[in-house]
């Protein structure tokens, strides 16, 4: 499985991005995408994940902020960013877990900044 992330940049705080993501290499509707983010020196965190079927965990620090959602024919996830604060800024992986096996993408740079 090979993931391709897109969307990332610099945005003013407050303001918003939107995160894609899309997996090839399988035919196969994957178990499980999201985000994970990462700034240097940090372990990578948790942003959000959701199921093929409909379930989301997001992470503590962008509950009410952060709206994941996936289309499942296609294998594709996005991520919109609401509100968006300076500690958001971070490397952006993309996600995900197909019968137990973990793949990840390349990162996308987002950084928050006036």
């Known amino acids: 499985v090979q993931l391709v992330e897109s969307g990332g940049g610099l945005v003013q705080p407050g303001g918003s991005l939107r995160l894609s993501c899309a997996a090839s290499g399988t035919k196969f509707s994957i178990n499980v995408m999201g985000w994970y983010r990462q700034v240097p020196g940090k372990q990578r965190e948790l942003v959000a994940t959701?199921?093929?079927?409909?379930?989301?965990n997001n992470g503590d620090s962008v509950k009410g902020r952060f709206t994941i959602s996936r289309d499942n024919a296609k294998n594709m996830v996005d991520l919109q960013m609401n509100s968006l604060k300076p500690e958001d800024t971070a490397v952006y992986y993309c996600?995900?877990?197909?019968?137990?096996?973990?793949?990840w993408g390349q990162g996308t740079q987002v950084t928050v900044s006036s």
């Open positions: 959701i199921t093929n079927g409909g379930s989301r």
């Open positions: 996600y995900a877990n197909l019968w137990g096996v973990n793949y």
